[in-house]
Antibody, heavy 122, light 108 residues
Framework: QVTLRESGPALVRPTQTLTLTCSFSGFSLITSGMCVTWIRQPPGKALEWLALIDWDDDKYYSASLKTRLTISKDISKNQVVFTMTNMDPVDTATYYC??????????????WGQGTMVTVSS | SYELTQPPSVSVSPGQTARITCSGDALPKQYGCWYQQKPGQAPVLVIYKDSERPSGIPERFSGSSSGTTVTLTISGVQAEDEADYYCHSADSSATSWVFGGGTKLTVL
């Protein structure tokens, strides 16, 4: 059974750096085609794709946010770490991690974590 | 930046067919997917690769693609299908992914 779970702070101060961890099980990020991605959703608004890391350690970022984002993986811990710098109240959102399979897989975000709500406020 | 366009809302009566469209310039080259999101819950994949249905998704959910548009069709809509639906795809180079703005399906 594939599961993903996000963890991190619920409250971040403006200008601080947000660090979130996605802990997953049921698959390996060294298996060809496997990727983990981060997506966010401000309250009452649409989903927004943020970043993706694949089995080959290639990293992809949203063009509008790439200067603020970093994604990395720890294979030994089955974790993906996501950071966003210079947080602002407009970054208040539920942050999701999800699995993505490509290159012969579903080419979709097939399994999602439950999400973690992050509020940016002083 | 690449965009996918969906109607903000669709309304249907129970038992009728709901169709939700999603338009994007890269859709002839990239697969489209659909996600269902109910209030307070994480999205759930309902269609991948334009028209494939994951296991556990009811047969009344189907997808199709034509040119720059992908369509999610829900046949025999039930009250439990009331939710927000998001389309998703990659840009033409498959180095960036994007969601549509979402469509709120209301079952009258």
């Amino acid at each position: 059974q594939v599961t993903l779970r996000e963890s991190g702070p619920a409250l971040v101060r403006p200008t601080q750096t947000l660090t979130l961890t996605c802990s997953f099980s049921g698959f390996s990020l060294i298996t060809s085609g496997m990727c983990v991605t981060w997506i966010r959703q401000p309250p009452g608004k649409a989903l927004e794709w943020l970043a993706l890391i694949d089995w080959d350690d290639d990293k992809y970022y949203s063009a509008s946010l790439k200067t603020r984002l970093t994604i990395s993986k720890d294979i030994s811990k089955n974790q993906v770490v996501f950071t966003m710098t210079n947080m602002d109240p407009v970054d208040t959102a539920t942050y999701y991690c999800a699995r993505f399979t490509k290159g012969g897989g579903l080419d979709a975000f097939d399994i999602w974590g439950q999400g973690t709500m992050v509020t940016v406020s002083s | 930046s690449y965009e996918l366009t969906q109607p903000p809302s669709v309304s249907v009566s129970p038992g009728q067919t709901a169709r939700i469209t999603c338009s994007g310039d890269a859709l002839p080259k990239q697969y489209g997917c659909w996600y269902q999101q109910k209030p307070g819950q994480a999205p759930v994949l309902v269609i991948y690769k334009d028209s494939e249905r994951p296991s556990g998704i009811p047969e009344r959910f189907s997808g199709s693609s034509s040119g720059t548009t992908v369509t999610l069709t829900i046949s025999g809509v039930q009250a439990e299908d009331e939710a927000d639906y998001y389309c998703h795809s990659a840009d033409s180079s498959a180095t960036s992914w994007v969601f549509g703005g979402g469509t709120k399906l209301t079952v009258l």
